[in-house]
Each structure stands twice: as C-alpha cells, then as structure tokens.
C-alpha cells in the first residue's frame, strides 16, 4: 500500500510540474470602453482546434489563462452572445506571462431580425438566464454517460446519493430535448445517457409549467438542467442489459432501452434482483449493487417501466408512463430504548421479525396543448397496489435496577389494498398586455384503501393489579380521502417592473377512518363478537376559501414575490366510538403570508430569502374526547381545546462561484419557530404502561446552518475537485410527561471533506471523510444531557489499467462512539469489482464482490427529545456475484462504438452556424 501511494504521488508531481505554466490576462471591453463581464474566453489548438482552457471575464472584464504551451501554433478566442467573435494567433515569445492588452469587441449591429455567422461555438456561454455548455468542449471518457460529463463542468457537484447542484444551486429537473426522461428527476438520464450524443447542456431556474408559458421569472430557488442530443443523433436508439448469478443464489438483472424519432422518445426500463436493489440503476462500476448498500432487510424486488413522449404537433405535446413494482421483503430489527422521565428512565428491549411483499401498477400521461394565446394540460395518474405481511413481535420494560415491568408478544397477519385516481388540469390565457393573464386550475386525489388483519397479543404487568391483556382479534379497516381543489388568478402589470395578482383558492379534503375490530368467539370459533371499544370511525372535513392578492416586483438585479391570503376554514369532525356519536365543529380566519426576495450580486453571486407563515389544523382523532385502547401499552385521549399550529418560517441562502477560480461557496440558513404546537402530553403507571392526550405548547422552534466550499484544478489530464461542507441544526422541543413540562434542546452537526482525482483513462480515485456529533440537553428529566458521534471513512477507486479492464472498491469504515452493550461499535465496508470489456466493446463481464470482509452492520445510536435509542437491523451479507452487459447504440444509418472524438485531450470546440438575435 505505502509503495502504491508513493508511486501515485511521484506521477501526480511529475504531471504537475513537468512542464512550466504561462498565463495570459488582458481585459475585455466594448466599442465605448465599458467592461464586458461573462464573456468565455479560450485558447485552442490552430491545426484541429481542440480547447486547451477557457475562463470567463469577471465583473472589471479582466481575465487570466493559464496552461502549458504545446509545440502546435494556438490561438486566443472570445465570444459573447451579442458580439462579433474575436481571435488572436499567439506569437510564442518563451516569456511566463501573456499581457494582450485591452480587447474592444464589436457589437454586432444589423437591421435584420438575426445575424447567421460562422464561428467556433465556445465552451461555455451565458444566454439571457441560461448557462450553456458545449459537451464537446469537455473530455470524458470514450464510454462516458452524463453523469461522468457533469462532473467535468465548471460549478457541478454531484454527491453519493447522486444529487446535484450548480453553482450552490440543487437540481430538480432534468430534460433531453426540453422534455422528461422517465421522470422530471432525470437520474435514469444521469447513469444511461451516453456523453457521445450529448450537444449541449443548458443549465436554468426550475419554472412550473405556468411560468414557462407566461413568461414570469422562476419563484423556486432550485435549478433545471436541459440536455439537447446532436441532430446526428437523434434518430435511433442504445442501450444495455444485464444478468447475474452468484452465491447464496443472489442475482441480478437490469434492462435499460431508448429511441429517438424526431419527436418521439420511447424509454424502458426493467429489473429484477434479489440484492435489495428497489428501483432502477444501472452504476457503471457496480451496477445495482450500490442501493443495497445501507439498506435495512433483505428485498427481492422485480419493476417495469414504459414511457413515452411524442409532440404531436408544434403545439401539442403528451408524455405518458407506466410502471409495475414488486417486492417481498424478509426483515428482523431490534431495538433498546433508554427512556427518560422526570423521575428516572426505563428502559425498554424489543426484537421482531416480519416478511412482507407488495405488488404495484401505477400510469400517469400529461397532455400540453401550448398556443400563442392560450394553454391547457391534463394530467390523469392512477396507481393500484396490493400489499401483505406477517410479523412477530417480543418487547419488555425494565426500570433502573433490572426488574421486569412489562412484556408483551404478538403475532399478525395483514393484507391490504390501495387504489387511487389524481388529476390537475389548468387552462391559461394571454391577454392583450404583456404580464397580463387569466388562469384556472382544477386538482383532485381520491383514494380508497382496505385492510384485513389477524392479531393476537398477550401483554404482562408485574408491578400492579392489572390483568394481563390478551387479545385475538380480526381487524377490518377502510380509509378513504377525497380532496378538490379548485383556484383562479388574474395578472394585471401596474409599471415595467410591478405586476399585480389577484386570486382565490377552494379548497375541500374529506378523511374518513372506518375500523371495525372482532374478537374470536370461542363457541364459534369464528371472529364474530364486535369489539366496541376497539371499533371507531373518524370523519374530518376541511373546507377553505383563500382569496389573495399578490405582487411581483422585478428590477435590474432585483426580484421579489408578495402574496398573502385570508384562509377562512372550517374544520368538521365526526366519530362513532362505542355506539355513541361525537362530532364538533370549529371555524377559524387565519392569514397565509409568504415573501420571496432574491438579488443578483453579479456573475455568479445570489442572494435569496424566503419567508413563510401558515397555519396546520387538527385532525379528529386530536379533537374529539375519544379513548383509544388499540395499543395494549398505550392508550391516547383526544382534546377538544386543542388549537390550530402557527408555524413562521424564514430560508436564507447565499451563493458564489468564481468561474476564474474554479471555486465556489454556498450558505444556507433556516428557522422556524411554531405557536400552539401539538404535542404529546404522556403519564405512566407504575408498569410503565402510558396514557396520552394532545396538548398546544409555545415557544419550540428549530434551526439549521449548511455552508459548502469546493474548487476544481486541472492540469491536463490530471483533475482535482475537492471540497468542505458542513451542517449544524439544533431543534427546542417542549413537551409534558408525568404532568411534568420538559424542556429539550438537541444539536447537531456534521462536516465533510471530499477529493476526486480523476486521470482520463487511467484512474479515479475519491477519498472523503465525515463526522456526526449529536448531542442534547435536558430540563426537568433526571438526565442532564447525552451525546454520540459518529466516523465515517470512504475510499473509492476506479481503475482503468490493463486496457479493456476496470476495477473498482468502495471501501467505508464506520464508528459509533456510543452504542448499547450487544450492538456493533464499528465496522468495515467494502464493495469490490473487476470488468472486462470485449466483442468491440458491446460485452462488459464482470465479477463484484459485496461486503468482502463479512462486516456489514445496521447498528446505529439515535438521540431526541425523550429518549436514546440503539437499535440493529438485519442486512445483506457477502456475496459473489457474476454477470454479463450488453451495449447497443445506432444512430441515424450508423451504428456507434462509445467514441467522443474529443476525447484524449481537454476536449475540441464546434465550428458551425450560430444564429444571434438581438433580444439575447
């Protein structure tokens, strides 16, 4: 190992210092002498003009180059949406520093609607609110996806569980050719688009369908990605499929099919494993052994997916999918549970097994009728899901000294089924002012869903009078929920830069909750005697009328959204318990207000708060003075004096990046602070059995802290990301237990450090590490206060030496500072792969070994307001898988190998027609 390190660290300052670094500056202006900032500068190669580096101006329109001089002749590029392309031969002169002075670009200047020109299209520009950037540009690997080229661009990030932010900023969409693929979260599209096709990638604000129609500016703070495929390309098809056998009689198989037609896209997507792989993913390396990684159980699990997308015409446009779902799970969890009281703890021992599978069908299709005047779209979704399991359970009690004060066993066999419609339809319309607009919008969810289960229990107190409970019983529940929306806005511009809006909300959401338990009749031997105490039927209506005024303001740099409603609400709730009918009717008038201001501080640089005030009502089961003993150990008490939640929210976040620099930062801050918050008001008795009712408290609130730094080198072709994040929050919780009030503050936080060395196609090696401390205080509890932190150590690498091979680990070290006596304190992970590609390169064959060393744990120490908990649960051991892939791609008459021509330096500029017009 050490001898492996010091030969990785001699090759790495070999490719940094062998050659000398020569910088160009100089500063970009206009035809009057005003700086120009976001213009992309680059210098490339003369003879096939493959891009050495490329910057952009900053906010004084100065820029900087650095590289190492090839022996080719090169040339200096700049280009800005609006301006004649400028270029430069660079006369080598053997000094450490280029000064080109002060460049004035030409504005372009033409009567016409469009200027054609020819010219080198760069690799990156700033259109309007779109970062654009030319795949070409940018080297990947020749058998890359998407995910692969996104870490290549400058202010990417995409972290371990595949999440992705730009410049700060998380993504939440991502399109091909302005439409899904397979779901607006594009993560199919992350690991199964090819890099090959890839033209462009278009990085702008996520808009709701209203907002792209109407033009308004994007009120979310997330981000959207749009992948636009060669025109080459986009005709014909790829994909990939899989199958693996290995020990333990695991396997694993993966199905991954896409056309292009002009305008239609067909996706389908298939796997079935038994290595708790839920879901779709086909990982370069490890296929679908990464999302069983830190699962709890052990899940077989087979799904089918279909979708579709065709532009019927220019301005109709359906997108429709459908999937199936199975899966059977085998599970077994144990648990110690430390809890606190105002006059010492128990604590409580469990252990319980269940096996349950579940079987799911579920299509949805959103039809877009897009006018120049007018729009419309439906979106119908229906889902159906049967589900069963069977469990077995063991707990006890014991208080501080080790005596026993419960126990309990029980044994249940449930089945179920679920079925649901949902729909929104929305109609717009343009009106004869700019910003000026009528919107109506319909939304229903109606769902239906039925249980049967068989129980039976038998609970022991040791510490009073109490009989034991023993009970065997047949549970028949039916729940259904209907909710109707119904809203319309009109949009009226008062300036250029303020627009009114003027609404109303309806909105009507209906619960009802029918149980009807049996007990088995000895004489009959069937489950025939209703149980009315254990039989309840629960019925909430809420209805709301929001009418709202709103105000957008946009200027320059500035925007901010306005809009508060009066929320006239009337709750209705009814019960049948114990043959008696309970009902109650509360009304309230609340306000509803919500602000979102944002500024942009210049290239690269945002500032964006948010506030929010809303208030949460109460359900019936809260409301109404109902006993309910359905639990043995625990019994809860409704409280018609409860009040509604008011809760006030504010999110700030500030973001940076520095495109000269390659760095960036984010800060992130929330609070929220709650009035009459609900809580649990909890009393036990002497076995520990408890009895609760809901009470309102004041003064609980929560806050969290995030901040990120990261930065990205190159040198040729030797890349380093790497970067610092961290995260602290802490949570006030107030709350009653043994008539006693308690105070409880909770902490946390968490920094991370990461680096990525990625070397073409050699190696990619990306070590990181994190630490967890929780920790809290306590008022009122015979416990002062508790902590535990926890390491986490990961090294993954990914080597691509001998030629047509690829090897991969993933090894993690994880440890618990604090656990319960039985329980692991820490372990090992490690994940291991080797592949071998051939048949021109359409066959990938490899062997994976998971968990390697046998370690694989679940144990884990959780910490909140009442209580500390240890807890295991049962994973997936090692196994030795075996499997074969199958790549296929042809576009167009041409059937492609995985090549980006591009590819082996740092990566070649288009040169072709670019079309500008003058409202960029």
């Known amino acids: 190992m050490k001898k492996l390190i010091c030969i990785l660290t001699v090759l790495i300052t070999q490719l940094i210092f062998s050659q000398s670094t020569v910088i160009f500056k100089g500063q970009l202006t206009d035809s009057v002498k005003n700086p120009l900032e976001a213009v992309t500068v680059y210098l490339v190669k003369e003879k096939d003009n493959a891009v050495l580096e490329y910057n952009m101006s900053n906010a004084e329109g100065k820029f900087d180059l650095k590289i190492k001089l090839p022996e080719e002749k090169i040339l200096f590029k700049a280009s800005m949406v609006g301006f004649k392309p400028y270029t430069k031969a660079i006369e080598k002169t053997g000094e450490s520093t280029y000064d080109l002075g002060v460049i004035r670009l030409q504005e372009l200047v033409t009567s016409l609607d469009e200027l054609v020109?020819?010219?080198?299209?760069?690799?990156?520009?700033?259109?309007?609110?779109?970062?654009?950037?030319?795949?070409?540009?940018?080297?990947?690997?020749?058998?890359?996806?998407?995910?692969?080229?996104?870490?290549?661009?400058?202010?990417?990030?995409?972290?371990?569980?595949?999440?992705?932010?730009?410049?700060?900023?998380?993504?939440?969409?991502?399109?091909?050719?302005?439409?899904?693929?397979?779901?607006?979260?594009?993560?199919?599209a992350l690991e199964n688009l090819p890099s090959e096709i890839i033209n462009k990638v278009q990085v702008t604000d996520k808009k709701?369908?209203?907002?792209?129609?109407?033009?308004?500016?994007?009120?979310?703070?997330?981000?959207?990605?749009?992948?636009?495929?060669?025109?080459?390309?986009?005709?014909?098809?790829?994909?990939?499929?899989?199958?693996?056998?290995?020990?333990?009689?695991?396997?694993?198989?993966?199905?991954?099919?896409?056309?292009?037609?002009?305008?239609?896209?067909?996706?389908?997507?298939?796997?079935?494993?038994?290595?708790?792989?839920?879901?779709?993913?086909?990982?370069?390396?490890?296929?679908?052994?990464?999302?069983?990684?830190?699962?709890?159980?052990?899940?077989?699990?087979?799904?089918?997916?279909?979708?579709?997308?065709?532009?019927?015409?220019?301005?109709?446009?359906?997108?429709?999918?459908?999937?199936?779902?199975?899966?059977?799970?085998?599970?077994?969890?144990?648990?110690t549970v430390t809890q606190f009281l105002p006059s010492g703890e128990f604590v409580n021992n469990s252990e319980s097994a269940s096996n349950s599978d579940s079987e799911g069908h579920s299509a949805n299709v959103s039809i877009d009728y897009i006018g120049e005047k007018d729009s419309f779209y439906i979106m119908p979704n229906f889902q159906t899901n049967y589900s069963r399991s069977v469990t077995s359970s063991k707990d006890q009690a014991l208080n501080e000294v080790g005596e026993l004060l419960n126990d309990s066993e029980s044994n249940a066999t449930s089945k179920g089924d679920s079925n649901s419609f949902s729909n929104a339809m929305r109609y717009m319309r343009k009106l004869k002012r700019d910003r000026q607009f009528f919107t109506l919008e319909f939304m229903n969810t109606n769902s239906i869903n039925t249980s049967d289960a068989l129980q039976e229990s038998t609970t022991r107190f040791y510490k009073s009078e109490q009989e034991d409970d023993i009970r065997r019983q047949f549970q028949a529940q039916n729940n259904t929920n209907d909710t109707y929306r119904f809203a319309m806005e009109y949009s009226q511009p008062i300036t250029d830069s303020l627009t009114l809006l003027v609404g109303s909300n309806w909105d009507r959401n209906q619960t009802i909750t029918d149980s009807k338990v049996f007990d088995y009749d000895e004489a009959t031997q069937e489950y025939s005697e209703?149980?009315?105490?254990?039989?309840?039927?629960?019925?909430?209506?809420?209805?709301?009328?929001?009418?709202?005024?709103?105000?957008?303001?946009k200027y320059k740099k500035w925007f901010a959204d306005f809009n508060t409603s009066t929320n006239i609400v009337k709750n209705s709730v009814e019960a049948l318990y114990n043959n008696q009918?309970?009902?109650?009717?509360?009304?309230?008038?609340?306000?509803?207000?919500?602000?979102?201001?944002?500024?942009?501080?210049?290239?690269?640089?945002?500032?964006?708060?948010?506030?929010?005030?809303?208030?949460?009502?109460?359900?019936?089961?809260?409301?109404?003075?109902?006993?309910?003993?359905?639990?043995?150990?625990?019994?809860?008490?409704?409280?018609?004096?409860?009040?509604?939640?008011?809760?006030h929210g504010v999110n700030l976040s500030y973001r940076s990046y520095n495109f000269q620099t390659r760095s960036g930062y984010s800060l992130n801050g929330n609070i929220n602070f709650m009035n009459n918050s609900i809580v649990n008001a909890v009393d036990y008795d002497e076995d520990r059995k408890s009895i609760s009712t809901y009470k309102n408290v004041?003064?609980?609130?929560?806050?969290?802290?995030?901040?990120?730094?990261?930065?990205?080198?190159?040198?040729?072709?030797l890349t380093m990301r790497y970067g610092v994040n961290l995260r602290y929050n802490q949570n006030v919780n107030k709350g009653y237990i043994d008539g006693v009030t308690y105070d409880a503050i909770t902490n946390g936080i968490s920094p991370r450090v990461y680096v990525n060395l990625d070397y073409g196609e050699l190696f990619r090696i990306s070590p990181s590490y994190n630490y967890n401390r929780s920790w809290s205080s306590y008022k009122n509890f015979t416990i002062d206060r508790a902590s535990n932190f926890v390491h986490n150590a990961a090294l993954e690498t990914v080597v691509y030496w001998p030629s047509k091979f690829t090897i991969g680990n993933d090894f993690t070290y994880t440890y618990n500072s604090q656990i319960a006596s039985g329980y692991n304190r820490d372990f090992y992970m490690w994940n291991v792969s080797l592949a071998y590609e051939f048949f021109n390169d359409r066959f990938k064959a490899k062997v994976k070994v998971y968990d390697m060393l046998n370690q694989n744990t679940s144990s884990r120490r959780t910490i909140d307001a009442t209580s500390i908990v240890d807890s295991e649960s049962l994973v997936l051991k090692r196994y030795v898988m075996f499997s074969l892939t199958y790549s296929l791609k042809a576009f167009g008459s041409k059937e492609m190998r995985g090549n980006r021509g591009g590819f082996g330096g740092p990566g070649g500029s288009r040169r072709g027609t670019v079309i500008q017009r003058g409202g960029y």
């Open 581 to 647: 009918i309970y009902s109650l009717d509360k009304k309230y008038i609340d306000p509803n207000v919500r602000l979102n201001l944002s500024y942009a501080m210049g290239r690269g640089s945002y500032f964006w708060m948010m506030y929010n005030y809303n208030v949460s009502y109460q359900s019936a089961a809260q409301l109404l003075d109902i006993v309910d003993i359905s639990n043995p150990l625990h019994t809860s008490v409704g409280n018609p004096d409860l009040r509604p939640t008011g809760n």
């Open 208 to 335: 709701t369908k209203k907002e792209k129609f109407t033009g308004e500016r994007a009120k979310s703070e997330d981000a959207s990605i749009n992948i636009t495929i060669d025109e080459e390309h986009n005709k014909g098809y790829f994909g990939k499929i899989t199958g693996g056998y290995g020990s333990d009689e695991r396997y694993e198989s993966s199905l991954f099919f896409n056309t292009f037609f002009d305008k239609t896209q067909l996706n389908v997507i298939g796997s079935a494993n038994n290595i708790n792989a839920v879901g779709f993913s086909m990982d370069e390396v490890f296929d679908n052994m990464r999302m069983g990684k830190s699962s709890g159980g052990i899940t077989e699990s087979r799904m089918l997916g279909v979708n579709f997308v065709q532009d019927v015409n220019t301005k109709l446009k359906v997108n429709g999918s459908y999937n199936y779902n199975f899966s059977d799970t085998e599970s077994k969890n144990r648990s």
């Open 117 to 188: 020109i020819t010219a080198d299209v760069p690799p990156i520009r700033v259109k309007k609110d779109t970062l654009e950037f030319n795949a070409s540009s940018f080297s990947v690997r020749p058998d890359a996806n998407l995910e692969q080229l996104l870490k290549q661009l400058p202010g990417f990030q995409i972290d371990e569980d595949k999440k992705i932010t730009v410049n700060g900023k998380e993504v939440k969409e991502i399109l091909v050719n302005g439409k899904p693929f397979f779901g607006e979260d594009g993560k199919i």
């Open 530 to 553: 209703l149980n009315t105490l254990q039989t309840n039927r629960y019925n909430t209506v809420q209805t709301t009328v929001a009418p709202y005024v709103g105000l957008n303001y």
């Open 698 to 717: 004041s003064g609980a609130y929560n806050w969290s802290l995030y901040g990120s730094w990261y930065r990205s080198e190159k040198w040729e072709a």
